[in-house]
């Protein structure tokens, strides 16, 4: 009865049609959670000592998957079907559910009843939660923010203000500084997917992240190994990210990467902007980590290779780019970042506008709306450059998703007498219009956004994004046979070039007014 039951219940198919749900909280499908099991080694579903744990249960896949695992390479040492099914699902599974609902989710799927003191459980548990458990953790406010979590006080769901009925979205997981003590007991394996982001209280939708926080207090407990699926964002840094970043890459217990760069092809219908990656985390194991980018179908030959790529500071995603980046950082020559500006590069924030129609002596100021135009006492930035020739391209992505992809916008011409919001960045200041368009010519190549994809993982481009792509001769104009021909680029890794980059025609640019 129980194997018929058990059988009955445990169907993917089911999950699957969950898996695309939303975008902060993903529902992972069967198949992907079974990828991230192969990469452990399987004598860990043989051993009846084995502890598995997931911090953040949504359906209760992970545990789920670990139980068909476990029943499977359990059955030489305990013959007995309920007995051995009693054993895994009371000494051997464990998880923290991150809502109410996802945990009697879980119970369901894993226990085949969302109460398992109930007759319908496969296995009899005591209480109601079994081995799943879910506490109602309240944030703790300090400054109008959480300050385990970092979410606004003003724009989180449920909290005390708003009654006990919502969903306060305070994972326990991570809400508190001795995660060890929730079920007092050490792990073999911590494997999980994450809630991805909660509201800070920004401008506009403004989120940061938390699912870094879930693989930190998992380190906490040292267990042998870990996995998880999270956004790739992390690669680059960024908000609030930067010293996570830097744990990551120069943790050489990360032994294996899947890198997805575009997220649809994890998770079917799901966008990531900067896509997805899954790890193991190995204790006992140190050494280079196997680096696999998946693209579509196409899964990429696994490379072993440290993490940072020394001499840049950067994690480089794609395994075919960096011999090409090697090649070009072997000339030593300034970065192209010492001539872009920063964000808001003079002092206008994204939502100025100006007047439609000029008055006298008012310069140009490029805007999200197109052009307007202000009296030059706005500008409170970068006054000097605003007689000067530069370069515009826009600070945010540009295109899809999908490869070849643009990378970066198309740039215009920035005559004297101009400025912009913080929608756009400027290169620059040059001496001529000649020059200027010979800057174009370089950033319309295939080989300058190539690079600049090295640094970008999200869909704002800042000035670090390019920092690793070289500065030119600009008196004259260039074109990628040229830069081919200088870097000495081979003709396959041109071909991988030209898979990901999409050519740009500066004419779709003209942006710039009298």
């Given at each position: 009865m129980a194997d018929d039951l058990f059988s009955s219940v445990y169907n993917p198919d089911v999950l699957s049609?969950?898996?695309n749900l939303s975008n902060d909280e993903v529902f992972t499908p069967p198949d992907v959670v079974n990828k991230m099991l192969d990469m452990l080694p399987q004598e860990l579903f043989r051993n009846p000592d084995t502890t598995f744990l997931d911090p953040a249960c949504k359906t209760g896949v992970f545990l789920r998957e670990i139980a068909k695992r476990l029943l499977t390479g359990l059955e030489p040492q305990i013959p007995d079907l309920q007995e051995r099914i009693d054993h895994i699902f009371h000494k051997q599974l464990y998880g923290i559910a991150i809502t109410e609902l996802t945990s009697l989710l879980s119970r369901r799927g894993v226990y085949c009843s969302k109460y398992p003191n109930s007759e319908f459980s496969v296995t009899p548990f005591d209480d109601a939660e079994g081995?799943?458990?879910?506490?109602?953790?309240k944030h703790?406010?300090?400054?109008?923010?959480?300050?385990?979590?970092?979410?606004s006080k003003s724009t989180v769901l449920g909290g005390d203000e708003r009654g006990q009925t919502l969903e306060s979205h305070a994972y326990e997981w991570i809400h508190t500084l001795k995660p060890e003590e929730i079920f007092e007991m050490k792990f073999d394996v911590i494997i999980s997917n994450p809630p991805y982001q909660l509201s800070d209280g920004g401008y506009g939708i403004s989120a940061s992240p938390i699912y870094d926080r879930f693989i930190t207090n998992a380190k906490k407990l040292n267990p042998r190994y870990i996995s998880m699926i999270v956004p790739a964002r992390w690669f680059a840094g960024g908000k609030g990210l930067d010293d996570f970043r830097n744990d990551m890459l120069h943790d050489t217990s990360i032994r294996e990467i899947h890198d997805f760069p575009e997220a649809n092809d994890c998770f079917s219908g799901v966008q990531i902007k900067g896509g997805v990656c899954y790890f193991l985390w190995d204790r006992d194991n140190k050494g280079r980590c196997k680096v696999i980018t998946h693209r579509g179908s196409d899964v990429g030959a696994p490379v072993e290779r440290d993490l940072l790529e020394k001499g840049c500071n950067t994690f480089i995603r794609?395994?075919?780019a960096v011999d090409i980046l090697h090649k070009v950082m072997s000339f030593h020559e300034k970065s192209m970042e010492n001539l872009?500006?920063?964000?808001?590069?003079?002092?206008?924030?994204?939502?100025y506008h100006g007047h439609k129609e000029p008055h006298d002596?008012?310069?140009?100021?490029?805007?999200?709306?197109?052009?307007?135009?202000d009296n030059i006492s706005v500008i409170s930035k970068n006054y000097e450059i605003v007689d000067k020739y530069k370069v515009f391209i826009s600070r945010a992505g540009s295109g899809s998703d999908a490869f070849p992809h643009p990378i970066l916008g198309i740039p215009f011409l920035g005559k004297p007498k101009t400025a912009s919001s913080e929608t756009y960045i400027f290169i620059g200041p040059f001496d001529s219009e000649n020059t200027c368009n010979n800057v174009m010519t370089y950033i319309a190549t295939k080989f300058f956004r190539f690079i600049a994809m090295l640094k970008k993982v999200t869909q704002s481009t800042t000035r670090s994004v390019y920092t690793l792509i070289p500065q030119q001769d600009f008196s004259k104009p260039w074109t990628d046979e040229e830069l081919y021909a200088k870097y000495g680029i081979t003709e396959e890794e041109i071909a991988f070039i030209d898979s990901m980059i999409r050519p740009m025609d500066l004419?779709?640019?003209?942006?710039d007014a009298d």
């Open positions: 049609c969950l898996a081995n799943i458990r879910f506490r109602n953790v703790t406010w300090v400054n109008g923010k959480c300050k385990y979590c970092g979410t794609y395994n075919e872009v500006s920063s964000r808001q590069p003079f002092g206008l924030p994204t939502t002596g008012d310069i140009t100021i490029f805007d999200n709306s197109g052009v307007s135009y004419s779709g640019g003209d942006a």
